[in-house]
């Protein structure tokens, strides 16, 4: 699994309005790319294509190749359900489930299983359920990995509603992170958080590129420009400029994205 | 009043700072020069002035550069704006300095007749305020031409100081009673030659504001071969032998 996105032609339309206007775009894996641009811009709806989120908006249509791995997602064999769990999402409110902080993690990968290896011509991986010991280890592995584990690790059982705003947020990374994705989206995932939440979470997407690939949408441009390898701006639909993130922020090409940047605009 | 607004009249009072402080500078060079030239020591105080005055402008500048960096967080070419600021005010302090140095050799200039026209010391000067001015105008106006073609002028300005040098030696060897004048001579030559330096620098970072893109190496070349002045066979630029020898 390579967990590399290549983007081709994608136009998004919401009954008249064209929401994203011919985008191309590669992502990396092992890399964060930033999404930027004014509200009404276009990219929430750009992020919430990569795992089909956009499925459920009645009056919503999708046009053009979003590959994952070489693999059409928008592919009408494609599992939808199996599209989000190797494309996990993180949105701009922690979420969690009304439930213990474990059951937040084990819910998912109890729900999905384990998969197995094919044992026989023409049949399609098995999926096989978690024993509790494994479900316990998957937790903790979650947890550790989304730099919360020291924090809750004594109180496991209690609601997840105890935590902190920056908690439940990682704890939703977390949850997320259970059920083995290969890419990572966050739709401004800090917006809600205080500074310091913001730093550790910051911290926490740089530190999951090394296993992951990583979209991020973010209105704080100094967020982009902390943790992002590359970036890019849309504005009004349009992709206006994709590039390293220093050359952005330092020589952006295009006037929009200097204005835009520099608050001139938006 | 948005923070766009705060942002942009921080820039604004930004400039207008680094250009008075650019306006000093040029005035303590040009000071400086007509303490020595007119033997006039009247104005020695003055540069001192102004050198003071321009130092305690980088102090003042560099802060409100911080400022803006840390109240602000410029990026693109705001960003590239407030280095540049950070970047020629340290230019215009040494210019300031230069300019203070210059005025050091009034007493030994003025207690000289051996070089008593200085026609060259002159000619450099204008050619060098001449180029802290149109400096100072490339960084007002944001133009990256006028400051690349800073670097041409820079070359006639070190030719100049070739000139000067090889002269002066000259004179020196012929009369070692000229030796403690013309080391001054020398030295004020080297002086006006470094601030035109300093101007290049200011020309370099303006381009780089403008452009966002280092200036080429190869475009600000300078062209030392045109510079083969005999001077054994033209000293006129000092005066004639014959005052020479009076002194």
């Known amino acids: 699994m390579d967990g590399s996105i290549s983007v081709s032609n994608l136009n998004v339309w919401f009954e008249t309005n064209h929401a994203l206007k011919d985008v191309n775009l590669n992502i990396n894996r092992n890399e964060i790319t930033a999404i930027i641009g004014p509200s009404g811009c276009g990219k929430s709806t750009f992020i919430r294509c990569l795992n089909r989120m956009n499925d459920i908006i009645p009056k919503c249509r999708v046009e053009g190749r979003i590959e994952v791995d070489g693999e059409d997602i928008n592919d009408k064999k494609m599992d939808v359900v199996e599209v989000r769990r190797r494309i996990g999402m993180v949105f701009q409110k922690p979420n969690p489930f009304p439930k213990s902080i474990h059951e937040n993690i084990a819910y998912a990968p109890r729900l999905h299983g384990r998969e197995e290896a094919s044992t026989g011509k023409g049949s399609g991986p098995k999926r096989k359920s978690f024993t509790k010991q494994e479900i316990d280890e998957l937790v903790e592995w979650s947890l550790k990995r989304a730099a919360l584990w020291d924090e809750v690790k004594d109180r496991m059982n209690k609601s997840a509603y105890t935590l902190s705003g920056g908690q439940q947020q990682r704890l939703c990374i977390a949850r997320a992170l259970a059920v083995k994705p290969e890419i990572m989206l966050f739709d401004e995932p800090c917006s809600a958080l205080d500074p310091i939440a913001t730093a550790k979470i910051e911290d926490l997407l740089v530190d999951l590129k090394k296993d992951y690939t990583v979209v991020i949408v973010t209105h704080n441009m100094q967020q982009a420009a902390r943790v992002a390898d590359r970036t890019a701006f849309f504005y009004l639909g349009d992709l206006i400029e994709f590039g390293e993130t220093k050359q952005i922020f330092e020589k952006p090409l295009q006037k929009l994205t200097e204005q835009y940047i520099t608050g001139r605009m938006g | ?247």
């Open chain 2, 1 to 247: 009043m948005t923070s766009r607004l705060v942002f942009q009249n921080e820039l604004d009072k930004l400039n207008e700072e680094v250009a008075s402080m650019a306006g000093l500078a040029v005035q303590a060079i040009e000071t400086a020069v007509m303490c020595i030239v007119d033997k006039d020591a009247r104005w020695k105080p003055e540069v001192e002035r102004l050198d003071k005055e321009i130092y305690s402008l980088e102090q003042v500048i560099e802060k409100h550069c911080l400022d803006v960096i840390a109240l602000h967080t410029p990026v693109a070419s705001d960003l590239r704006t407030v280095s540049t600021c950070m970047k020629i005010i340290t230019d215009l302090n040494r210019i300031g300095r230069y300019a203070s140095d210059i005025v050091e050799s009034y007493e030994v200039l003025a207690a000289s007749n051996g070089f008593s026209r200085m026609v060259s010391i002159e000619h450099m000067a204008e050619l060098v305020v001449g180029m802290v001015n149109d400096a100072t105008q490339s960084f007002i106006k944001r133009d990256a031409e006028s400051a690349r073609e800073l670097f041409q002028r820079d070359d006639e300005v070190d030719c100049l100081y070739d000139t000067t040098f090889r002269a002066v030696v000259t004179y020196m060897i012929e009369d070692p009673r000229k030796i403690t004048a013309g080391t001054h001579i020398i030295l004020v030559s080297r002086y006006l030659e470094r601030i035109a330096d300093h101007a290049c620098n200011i020309g370099e970072r303006v381009w780089y504001m403008v452009m966002g893109e280092r200036l080429n190496p190869k475009d600000r070349k300078k062209d030392r071969e045109s510079c083969n002045i005999d001077v054994q066979k033209e000293p006129v630029h000092y005066g004639s032998s014959h005052e020479l020898e009076e002194k």
